[in-house]
């Protein structure tokens, strides 16, 4: 994976630090609306160990209403800006599902699109993502945030997922995509039970012989199971973080980077020992 003219060959798990300027995100909505306190997090996410950084101007949790494009690059382009300005160096990603928004962005200076909709809501993104070259997460999903709750019907979660993934794996790189990140998709049309039954079945990622992203940061399937709140929820996601790293996780996207750096440190160990 070819980062800021760096590659990435896979063997140390890397750490995403999310930083949102939303208003309306699960855990962290309306903590980065100002220049200065998104400056602020960046460093500390950078400070605390974080490989790359993912901005996102979209709030994707179950229920959310989902703003225009202009109104997302409206919050994204001077953020990226900042960042980018800040950290010349640092690997960023674009959390968006839109392919015009994906443009412009990675023209600002972006590195990596995150599209929690598997190009599912926007049949531009795959076209686009081959003639811009940048690494590109593909997230399994089914539906808009507003219907997830809903449609969560499966025969079989993991080889359905696992289905998802490999028919448009295949269609980006019929296309001329490269770097294809893959992430089941934690939390989004899923249950609770079947988010675990995902987890369990992390292993079956490993066909793909593409790095695994997971994406558990603090997610209801946390903290609705252990009865608190997204507040109170950082330790079920070291729990559930250092399992997956042993389950074949390359990238972690996580709120709490120190915290995400620990669990490579001690299962690195653990494994190479």
Do not use: W
Request: glycine fraction near 6%; aromatic fraction near 6%.
């Amino acid at each position: 994976m070819v980062l800021q003219k760096k590659i990435y060959d896979g063997d140390k798990p890397l750490i995403m630090g999310i930083l949102n300027v939303t208003p309306d995100s699960f855990f962290d909505g309306g903590r980065y609306l100002t220049d200065e306190a998104v400056v602020a997090r960046a460093r500390q996410l950078v400070a605390e160990g974080a490989d790359i950084l993912d901005l996102g101007a979209v709030s994707t949790r179950p229920g959310a209403a989902l703003p225009d494009a202009d109104a997302e690059l409206q919050r994204l382009l001077p953020m990226l800006e900042l960042v980018r300005a800040e950290f010349p160096t640092v690997p960023l990603s674009i959390d968006t599902f839109r392919a015009s928004v994906a443009e412009e962005c990675v023209k600002a200076g972006a590195d990596i699109i995150n599209d929690i909709s598997g190009g599912l809501f926007d049949d531009r993104m795959f076209p686009a993502i081959a003639a811009l070259q940048v690494p590109y997460v593909l997230m399994h999903n089914r539906t808009t945030p507003d219907r997830m709750a809903q449609d969560t019907r499966y025969d079989d979660v993991t080889a359905e997922v696992v289905r998802f993934l490999s028919e448009k794996l295949d269609t980006l790189y019929r296309l001329g995509a490269k770097d294809v990140i893959i992430d089941p998709g934690f939390g989004f049309a899923k249950t609770l039970e079947q988010n675990y039954e995902l987890m369990r079945h992390l292993d079956a990622f490993a066909v793909f012989d593409e790095p695994l992203l997971v994406g558990i940061s603090r997610k209801s399937m946390i903290y609705k199971l252990l009865g608190n709140t997204p507040d109170e929820a950082l330790n079920g996601t070291t729990v559930l973080n250092t399992f997956a790293l042993l389950h074949g996780a390359k990238i972690l996207r996580v709120h709490d980077v120190k915290e995400a750096v620990q669990c490579v440190k001690i299962v690195s160990l653990l494994k190479n020992t």
